[in-house]
């Protein structure tokens, strides 16, 4: 099915279309109703995704650095324009596609060990909601998993077919958000890049400075391999090359420790790839973590780290909060000690279906240790464990947690088997690109649990996504080859 493929735009269309936005504006004249405004945007909207498809795609990825949360229902039920509202649209049309063509997608892209991965956590998460202990907000969280993955992992196999196609959608994210950034940046300084306003400068279109250092250092490592890419072109290249100077102060101003780390182990990773290393990394990296639980939980042991609460507090400078976290002073760092306790505690309960999606909050109090308790301890904003793996732990049990656990080290064996079995200058950087982003994210979530969230759950899905079809696309160039 060729989904760019355009129906002529009439003069019917064209005067209906007029005719709808005039009528809107006389009934919200006579009602005062606002959202009767947004019907001629809505009707836009799906009338692109009828003409063209694919246009209707990017216009939907241009979005989602523009979008921003909205509450609603007394603050019960949030949700973030317009992006998530195109994502419901997209799952009705892939839907409608599919009943249309049973072989819309293709056979290689389920073949490939990722989506089997993928397919697999979706399957354990409805075991989880079965099992949940509270049913409404573990749906909740299952809907929301489930247009995220087919918005941005399943459709894009119906959109990138070639280079140009990667290249756009790279552009999509690369373009607004830097402008964004360079305007965060610039009002933070005239504030002094005081610490405490980090937050302040990056709304409404980032949550806090955590979700916004987040997606600039998976960002960073795309525009270090665009910036490669671009020999023989010096305009370009002067452009791209200024752009990774900037982000380096941004990373930093944004005050997210976690995003700095996650930029040199970006590289770190993207070094070991090349070297052909990178299949013991993971698997290392997880024996050490895994070594340092079990320590820390024998005989108690993680009673020595407990904080000196006449000193613990959340830091003035940037600075102080890095070294705070070797001193026990940090309040962040301590918090993020009290909230894995708990889960680790909580684990113990319900080791195989975990307390059910979404639900870590109702029930993690009780299996908290006091003297680990900071001011914040109260949790006003309902926020979660602060550890990516012990957050499918304890909401969907151990399976879910060690299905993570697979899909991370399939990624990058994938991106470097890829990297190593193509000739294709393109591919092969790309490739590396994608793993390096990829690299940095996970960083990130294993101090915070972002994927969820709509930018960082956008670029990690849609890396995966690009590199699943990278895969495909340098097989298919190497079978024309005879290679």
Avoid at 49 to 75: D, E, H, Q
Avoid at 125 to 154: D, H, Q
Wanted: glycine fraction near 4%; aromatic fraction near 18%.
């Amino acid at each position: 099915m060729v989904l760019s493929k355009e129906i002529p735009v009439t003069k019917g269309i064209l005067y209906g279309g007029s005719l709808l936005f005039f009528l809107c504006i006389i009934a919200y004249a006579l009602t005062n109703q606002y959202l009767v405004l947004a019907i001629p945007f809505v009707a836009a909207i799906i009338g692109m995704a009828i003409v063209n498809l694919k246009s209707f795609y990017w216009f939907f990825l241009l979005t989602i650095p523009f979008s921003c949360t909205i509450y609603f229902l007394n603050n019960s039920l949030s949700t973030t324009v317009p992006d998530e509202p195109l994502t419901w649209l997209l799952l009705i049309i892939t839907i409608l596609l599919m009943v249309y063509n049973r072989k819309l997608f293709p056979e290689w892209f389920f073949r490939n060990p990722i989506t089997l991965v993928i397919t697999l956590q979706l399957v354990w998460m409805m075991v989880a909601v079965a099992f949940s202990k509270e049913l409404f907000p573990s749906l909740k969280f299952a809907a929301a998993r489930f247009w995220y993955i087919n918005a941005y992992f399943l459709f894009p196999v119906l959109i990138f077919k070639n280079i140009k196609d990667l290249r756009k959608a790279f552009l999509l994210f690369f373009i607004p958000i830097t402008l964004h950034a360079i305007f965060a940046f610039c009002w933070h300084y005239t504030l002094h890049f005081n610490y405490w306003l980090s937050n302040e400068v990056v709304l409404p279109f980032y949550f806090n400075h955590v979700d916004y250092s987040t997606v600039l250092s998976m960002l960073f490592p795309l525009i270090f391999i665009a910036w490669r890419l671009c020999k023989g072109k010096p305009r370009l290249r002067w452009l791209l090359g200024l752009t990774l100077i900037f982000y380096i102060p941004a990373i930093y101003a944004a005050a997210a420790r976690a995003a700095i780390l996650a930029v040199f182990f970006a590289f770190f990773m993207g070094f070991m790839i090349r070297k052909k290393l990178v299949n013991w990394v993971m698997p290392i990296g997880f024996a050490v973590v895994l070594s340092a639980v079990l320590f820390l939980a024998h005989n108690n042991n993680y009673i020595q780290f407990q904080p000196n609460k006449k000193y613990t507090a959340t830091q003035p400078t940037f600075m102080d909060a890095v070294t705070g976290m070797f001193t026990g002073r940090d309040m962040s760092s301590m918090e993020r000690f009290y909230r894995w306790i708990a889960a680790v505690r909580m684990s113990n309960d319900n080791p195989i279906t975990g307390v059910g999606p979404n639900n870590f909050y109702d029930y993690y109090k009780p299996y908290t240790v006091s003297m680990f308790a900071t001011w914040v301890s109260r949790n006003q904003e309902r926020s979660t464990t602060h550890n990516y793996f012990l957050y499918m732990l304890v909401e969907q049990g151990y399976p879910a947690m060690i299905l993570y656990g697979i899909l991370i080290i399939l990624l990058f064996a994938q991106a470097q088997k890829v990297y190593h079995g193509t000739e294709n200058r393109f591919y092969k950087h790309a490739v590396l690109g994608i793993a390096m982003m990829l690299a940095a994210g996970f960083v990130n979530n294993f101090f915070s649990e972002l994927i969820e969230t709509h930018k960082v759950g956008a670029l990690f899905y849609l890396g995966i996504a690009a590199l699943v079809i990278i895969k495909h696309l340098s097989q298919k160039e190497q079978q024309k080859i005879g290679v």
